[in-house]
C-alpha cells in the first residue's frame, strides 16, 4: 500500500474572509465603495448623508448607522403611530412593533432608540403621559397605533 505524503499544514487563504469581515463590521471593502452595508442603497445613502449633514450643521456629530436608525424611526413614526383622543396603545405593544419594523430593515436590534428613549420621545413628540390601566397595564393615552 502507498501511503500519502502530507506537504505540512494548509493554510486557507484569508482573503475572502477578510473581504466579508469588512463588509459586516461597515469598513471600507475596496476604493470607491461605502462602509455601510448592503441592504443600503445609493438613494439610501443620499438621504443618510443629507441627514448627516443637517446634524452636523447643529453641530451634532453622529455615525452613518446612528442617521440610519434615526431615519428608520421616524419613518415608523409618520407610518404607524397617530394621536386619537379617543383610544390608547400599550406601551410594550408599540415598543414591540417599533423593534420589530427595525429588525425587518436592518437585521439588528436598536442600539439608539432603547426602551426608555422610545418612551421618551413618544411622551414628547405626542405630549402624552404614560398611565396605568388595569386591564393592559402601561398604556399611552391619545394615541393610535395604524398597523
Same mark, same amino acid.
Given at each position: 500500500?502507498?501511503?500519502?505524503?502530507?506537504? #505540512?499544514?494548509?493554510?486557507?487563504? $484569508?482573503?475572502?474572509? @477578510?473581504?466579508?469581515?469588512?463588509?459586516?463590521? #461597515?469598513?471600507?471593502?475596496g476604493k470607491g465603495d461605502h462602509p455601510l452595508p448592503e441592504?443600503?442603497?445609493?438613494?439610501?445613502?443620499?438621504?443618510?448623508?443629507?441627514? #448627516?449633514?443637517?446634524? $452636523?450643521? @447643529? #453641530?451634532?456629530?453622529? %455615525?452613518?448607522?446612528?442617521?440610519? %436608525?434615526?431615519?428608520?424611526?421616524?419613518?415608523?413614526? %409618520? /407610518?404607524?403611530?397617530?394621536?386619537?383622543?379617543?383610544?390608547?396603545?400599550?406601551?410594550?405593544?408599540?415598543?414591540? +412593533?417599533?423593534?420589530?419594523?427595525?429588525? $425587518?430593515?436592518?437585521?439588528?436590534?436598536?442600539?439608539?432608540?432603547?426602551? +426608555?428613549?422610545?418612551? /421618551?420621545?413618544?411622551?414628547?413628540?405626542?405630549?402624552?403621559?404614560? @398611565?396605568?390601566?388595569?386591564?393592559?397595564?402601561?398604556?399611552?393615552?391619545?394615541?393610535?397605533?395604524?398597523?
Amino acid at each position: 500500500m502507498s501511503q500519502i505524503k502530507s506537504r #505540512g499544514p494548509v493554510i486557507p487563504s $484569508r482573503t475572502a474572509v @477578510a473581504e466579508q469581515s469588512r463588509r459586516i463590521r #461597515g469598513k471600507p471593502a475596496g476604493k470607491g465603495d461605502h462602509p455601510l452595508p448592503e441592504f443600503i442603497d445609493k438613494e439610501s445613502l443620499d438621504t443618510l448623508s443629507r441627514f #448627516g449633514e443637517k446634524f $452636523r450643521l @447643529a #453641530g451634532i456629530e453622529g %455615525e452613518p448607522w446612528e442617521f440610519h %436608525e434615526l431615519t428608520v424611526f421616524n419613518a415608523f413614526l %409618520e /407610518a404607524h403611530v397617530r394621536p386619537n383622543s379617543t383610544q390608547s396603545v400599550q406601551c410594550m405593544l408599540l415598543w414591540s +412593533k417599533w423593534v420589530r419594523v427595525f429588525q $425587518r430593515q436592518t437585521s439588528g436590534f436598536p442600539k439608539l432608540i432603547r426602551e +426608555k428613549e422610545f418612551s /421618551a420621545i413618544i411622551r414628547d413628540t405626542f405630549g402624552v403621559a404614560i @398611565a396605568n390601566n388595569d386591564a393592559q397595564g402601561k398604556i399611552f393615552p391619545g394615541i393610535k397605533f395604524v398597523p
